[in-house]
């Protein structure tokens, strides 16, 4: 039997047009130790998570102003990384498929079918607590799970000798740019490259997708095979419009950024890309995770090679 204080700490942000319904699900939450914030719709939700930054969203469907499906995108779509991947369960009176479908297309992780218990509330939240919490090597930075569970996914599926493709991504021109514009910014581009593959990746993607951090500016996703070439495309070519954002607009003329090495010289570097290094398991050739790094690691070093944003698949330019 779970007690009190297993709940005690965590967050949880129910959205809801219904006083009555966030009442009675707040009371429920709140017996079971949980904290609890409450808001009336879409706009005060969108409010209210900035500074709440709760662990779970319980989110109903069918609101005035803004539906829960705008509010569940507008989440993902969030420029914080902690916020954009809090887990969302849907509320919803309605039970057909097509709708729990356009729930998890807008980015819900899981949800309840009006009217039901408390037990089954509790389970939901508690289960979706647990599986972050269960990676205790989430990055603080991005929420992404760790090398840990990087490890513990790519073994995983070696060991079920499951088809899958592996991408590595790695910014170019970073240290330059953080050596230029301090940490701060910095942590920006990274929260950035979370950012944007984390929503590519759900949207083009399935639902057993993997990302994850490695840590600094290198990050990793385990995907089908087929889908691999797809989603590096639309990371890159998303990054490379949103990563503008990050520069002065005289650098952006300039088309480059300068800095001073150690000996005094001056350098001048690009603007930040993305190099992309794809492995494909479809064939079974990998048979162990350190096979996966050394693959890895020759293909982004090719990469590297390469001016601008690119991605690599068996040692070929795409």
């Given at each position: 039997?779970?007690?009190?204080?297993e709940a005690a700490g965590h967050r949880v942000l129910v959205v809801d047009d219904d006083r009555n319904l966030r009442k009675i699900?707040?009371?429920?939450?709140?017996?079971?130790?949980?904290?609890?914030?409450?808001?009336?719709?879409?706009?005060?939700?969108?409010?209210?998570?900035?500074?709440?930054?709760?662990?779970?969203?319980?989110?109903?469907?069918?609101?005035?102003?803004?539906?829960?499906?705008?509010?569940?995108?507008?989440?993902?779509?969030?420029?914080?990384?902690?916020?954009?991947?809090?887990?969302?369960?849907?509320?919803?009176?309605?039970?057909?498929?097509?709708?729990?479908?356009?729930?998890?297309?807008?980015?819900?992780?899981?949800?309840?079918?009006?009217?039901?218990?408390?037990?089954?509330?509790?389970?939901?939240?508690?289960?979706?607590?647990?599986?972050?919490?269960?990676?205790?090597?989430?990055?603080?930075?991005?929420?992404?799970?760790?090398?840990?569970?990087?490890?513990?996914?790519?073994?995983?599926?070696?060991?079920?000798?499951?088809?899958?493709?592996?991408?590595?991504?790695?910014?170019?021109?970073?240290?330059?740019?953080?050596?230029?514009?301090?940490?701060?910014?910095?942590?920006?581009?990274?929260?950035?490259?979370?950012?944007?593959?984390?929503?590519?990746?759900?949207?083009?993607?399935?639902?057993?997708?993997?990302?994850?951090?490695?840590?600094?500016?290198?990050?990793?996703?385990?995907?089908?095979?087929?889908?691999?070439?797809?989603?590096?495309?639309?990371?890159?070519?998303?990054?490379?419009?949103?990563?503008?954002?990050?520069?002065?607009?005289?650098?952006?003329?300039?088309?480059?950024?300068?800095?001073?090495?150690?000996?005094?010289?001056?350098?001048?570097?690009?603007?930040?890309?993305?190099?992309?290094?794809?492995?494909?398991?479809?064939?079974?050739?990998?048979?162990?995770?350190?096979?996966?790094?050394?693959?890895?690691?020759?293909?982004?070093?090719?990469?590297?090679?390469?001016?601008?944003?690119?991605?690599?698949?068996?040692?070929?330019?795409?």
């Amino acid at each position: 039997m779970r007690t009190l204080t297993e709940a005690a700490g965590h967050r949880v942000l129910v959205v809801d047009d219904d006083r009555n319904l966030r009442k009675i699900i707040g009371t429920n939450l709140e017996l079971a130790g949980f904290g609890v914030e409450t808001a009336a719709d879409g706009p005060e939700a969108l409010e209210k998570i900035e500074t709440v930054l709760p662990d779970v969203v319980l989110l109903d469907l069918m609101m005035p102003h803004m539906d829960g499906y705008e509010v569940a995108r507008r989440i993902r779509a969030h420029h914080n990384p902690a916020v954009a991947n809090v887990p969302i369960i849907i509320l919803t009176a309605k039970s057909e498929t097509d709708d729990k479908l356009r729930g998890f297309e807008a980015g819900a992780d899981d949800y309840i079918t009006k009217p039901f218990g408390p037990q089954e509330l509790l389970a939901r939240v508690r289960a979706k607590i647990r599986r972050v919490e269960v990676d205790s090597s989430l990055s603080p930075l991005t929420r992404l799970p760790g090398n840990l569970a990087i490890e513990g996914e790519l073994r995983r599926r070696l060991d079920a000798h499951e088809p899958f493709a592996v991408l590595y991504l790695d910014l170019d021109n970073f240290k330059a740019f953080n050596d230029v514009y301090g940490f701060t910014h910095g942590d920006e581009a990274i929260q950035l490259i979370a950012r944007i593959t984390s929503d590519i990746v759900r949207r083009r993607g399935t639902p057993t997708d993997f990302v994850g951090h490695i840590g600094g500016d290198d990050f990793i996703v385990v995907t089908q095979a087929e889908r691999s070439e797809e989603i590096a495309k639309e990371i890159i070519s998303e990054f490379d419009t949103d990563i503008r954002g990050l520069y002065s607009a005289k650098d952006l003329r300039a088309g480059y950024i300068e800095t001073r090495d150690r000996r005094g010289a001056l350098n001048r570097f690009p603007i930040m890309s993305l190099s992309i290094a794809i492995v494909s398991n479809d064939q079974g050739q990998l048979s162990n995770y350190a096979q996966v790094g050394e693959a890895a690691a020759e293909l982004k070093r090719y990469a590297k090679s390469i001016a601008g944003s690119t991605y690599v698949k068996d040692k070929r330019r795409s």
